[in-house]
Nanobody, 126 residues
Framework: QVQLVESGGGLVRAGDSLRLSCAAS????????MGWFRQAPGKEREFVSN???????????DYADSVKGRFTIAGDNAKNTVYLQMNSLKPEDTAVYYC????????????????WGQGTQVTVSS
């Protein structure tokens, strides 16, 4: 079993930055793919980014087009924590952000992930 706890959300202005953290416990997350999803009011949850370890020091990252170039995902194996650095935030980035994990391949769809955090609210004012 894996437990995920997100933190770092808040209220910021357009153009500001935030860093979200997802602390994992229960398993060594370097064996897992970790993802970030978000859900805006009245919308379905959507993929934001993921990171997958390829063995050794190699890893792979993926980003939704809407955040590519502004968001960066990174992992700290020693702390069992994954981060989402969000720069140049826009009002349309306002959503609840969820961390997810899976021991499978992990991709861009919710069904590929087995474990979810409770979410952290990010609000970007214009």
């Amino acid at each position: 079993q894996v437990q995920l706890v997100e933190s770092g959300g808040g209220l910021v202005r357009a153009g500001d930055s935030l860093r979200l953290s997802c602390a994992a416990s229960g398993r060594t997350f370097s064996n897992y793919a970790m993802g970030w999803f978000r859900q805006a009011p009245g919308k379905e949850r959507e993929f934001v980014s993921n990171i997958k370890w390829g063995g050794g020091w190699s890893y792979y990252t993926d980003y939704a087009d809407s955040v590519k170039g502004r968001f960066t995902i990174a992992g700290d194996n020693a702390k069992n924590t994954v981060y989402l650095q969000m720069n140049s935030l826009k009002p349309e980035d306002t959503a609840v952000y969820y961390c997810a994990a899976t021991s499978r391949i992990g991709g861009r769809t919710e069904s590929e992930y087995d474990y979810w955090g409770q979410g952290t609210q990010v609000t970007v004012s214009s």
